[in-house]
């Protein structure tokens, strides 16, 4: 855990947290949280093998790299982007007739 000020003066805390997931790699994520305990915000692509790992990289996270990452996560929830509902699907292809042409 972290605690950092962002660019508005609002004090903010970056912690480690577990995915409830069976895959034993890449199971623990960034989040930011205020202070005060609202506004919690999850960064799932940034992620480490233990919690032990992600805590010690965090602790070496400056300010400047903390609010960076904040900011991205900011403006994803603000304008409600997401991965698309297609993103990971292969794309289906209709059938080609041999004979045409």
């Known amino acids: 855990m972290k605690r950092f ?3 508005d003066g609002s004090a903010w805390i970056a ?5 409830n997931t069976p895959r034993h790699h890449g199971r623990y994520y960034l989040v930011f949280q205020r202070e005060d305990g609202s ?3 999850a960064m799932p692509e940034v992620r480490w093998g233990t919690a032990a790992s992600g805590e010690r990289i965090l602790n070496t996270m400056s300010d400047f790299e903390l609010k960076r990452r904040l900011n991205i996560v900011r403006t994803r929830n603000a304008s409600n982007d997401g991965p698309s509902p297609d ?8 059938r080609t007739s ?3 042409g």
């Open 5 to 7: 000020i962002d660019d």
């Open 15 to 19: 912690t480690v947290e577990r995915e």
């Open 39 to 41: 506004n919690r915000m």
């Open 87 to 94: 993103e990971g699907r292969i794309p289906r292809r209709g």
């Open 98 to 100: 041999v004979a045409a």
